[in-house]
């Protein structure tokens, strides 16, 4: 009960950083399983076989969105008010926006995308994701990054507990990693954390997805 607890409230506390944001962990869910279904490994596994992981290791998407009658700087200035609404506080932020050049650059957050409680551990994912936009007359060319997951781990499962004499008269140890996408499933069929990997894929995909389609429907 108690590692629950803490991990549910190290989960709320990222909640609760990007709760300005337009885009939220329980519309993502949503589409997720509207568009998916809630049979997590199979759908990373199905995923898997489309993805490709660029040289860093991370996941690109790219979409071409078209839109007719508008310059340069009309869907700049339409692209940067919406940026500056969704992308609203020091966990997601806009990085870059030029409007000579046509390009906004911004850093997405995501927290609390999987969740997992194990015989040793417990894991809280959460993504970054690195938007760009490239801006031309009728058109802007998207582009998506997500690098890596950012996990919150806390020693606090049942193994964990047995091994530990003083487990109930202190904290579970905390730590925060950052999990390679490559050491991940699908991309790595031995993970120990599968069930985890697994939603974690999925829910950055319906994070791009969402993504995509509120900036298209912003112009």
């Keep these: 009960m108690r590692r629950n607890l803490l991990l549910l409230l190290l989960c709320l506390v990222g909640l609760l950083a990007v709760d300005a944001q ?6 993502v869910e949503t589409y997720v399983i509207n568009q998916y279904g809630k049979r997590w490994k199979d759908i990373a596994l199905y995923l898997g076989e489309k993805d490709t992981l660029d040289k860093d290791n991370a996941l690109t998407f790219e979409k071409n969105i078209s839109v007719r009658g508008k310059s340069k700087n009309e ?4 692209l940067n008010y919406w940026f500056l ?15 000579e050049l046509g390009v906004i650059m911004a850093k997405g957050y ?5 969740y997992h409680s194990g015989g040793y551990s417990s894991y809280c994912v959460n993504i970054r994701p690195l938007v760009r936009c490239d801006i031309k007359d009728e058109q802007v060319k998207l582009t998506i990054v997500v690098p890596n997951y950012e996990v919150t781990k806390v020693d606090d499962g049942i193994w964990s507990a047995m091994l530990d004499e003083d487990f109930d008269k202190h904290p579970p140890y905390t730590v925060n990693e950052t999990w390679s996408l490559n050491d991940c499933f699908p991309f790595a069929k031995k993970d120990g954390t599968k069930k985890t990997s697994s939603k974690a894929l999925v829910m950055s995909h319906g994070y791009v997805e969402v993504l995509m389609n509120r900036i298209q429907m912003a112009l």
């Design 22 to 27: 337009t885009l939220s962990r329980k519309e």
């Design 75 to 78: 869907l700049f200035v339409d």
């Design 85 to 99: 609404k969704t992308f609203s506080n020091a966990s997601s932020s806009i990085e870059m926006a030029d409007k």
């Design 110 to 114: 995501l927290p609390g995308i999987a």
